[in-house]
């Protein structure tokens, strides 16, 4: 019985030696395809220019948004109370742990990653929602800085820089009554629960 047989495609390597073939030459992308192999790639799928850009500007903003993903963190309640404590923000400017546990609830949910843009052009970072205004740079923002330190260092999972500048924030005369979640949810409450059952 008669077999047709078809010939294999040429394997195509992989690894920090991969390479493609642009122009009839071989250029080597070392593990990382070069704007060459991209828009090589691209036409061998058919795509046409104006795909081929958009495709190109949602890059920057998903890696992005994959990095700061990756470096941010949800604490649990107890997790984040034990670490506010250790960090002497128990009674610190007369505010108790649980104040400063409730406040970080009710800015981000715990969530250190988070970003809030603002009306004014403002925009706030980290799990206590610091303000860039007042007290971080960012890219956007006319700001004082006065923690000195990048918006962007306040949403990794490493919070110590979030809570050496919010130690500095409330010095100030308004101190938690600047946070809205606090004043809306936190002051003048029962607050307990926040770092109950915790074994601190």
């Known amino acids: 019985m008669w077999k047709q047989t078809f010939p294999s495609p040429p394997k195509t390597p992989t690894g920090t030696n991969a390479f493609c073939k642009v122009g009839g030459q071989t250029a080597s992308i070392e593990g990382i395809p070069g704007q060459d192999c991209i828009d090589k790639g691209i036409a061998r799928a058919g795509l046409g ?22 470096r941010g963190k ?49 925009s706030e970072y980290g799990i206590f929602q610091i303000n860039s205004r007042l007290w971080c740079s960012d890219s956007h923002s006319t700001t004082k800085d006065l923690c000195d330190i990048s918006c962007r260092d306040l949403l990794t999972d490493e919070i110590v820089d979030d809570i050496d500048c919010i130690k500095k924030a409330v010095i100030d005369s308004e101190g938690l009554n600047a946070w809205m979640g606090w004043r809306d949810h936190c002051r003048g409450r029962n607050l307990n629960y926040w770092v109950n059952t915790c074994n601190l």
């Open 49 to 70: 220019a104006g795909m081929k850009a958009s495709l190109l500007l949602l890059l920057p903003p998903l890696i992005a948004c994959l990095l700061l993903k990756a």
């Open 74 to 122: 949800t604490f649990s309640r107890c997790e984040l109370a034990l670490m506010l404590q250790h960090s002497g923000l128990d009674g610190y400017e007369g505010y108790s742990l649980a104040d400063w546990v409730c406040l970080a609830y009710f800015s981000s949910g715990f969530n250190t990653a988070k970003v809030t843009h603002n009306s004014d052009g403002s």
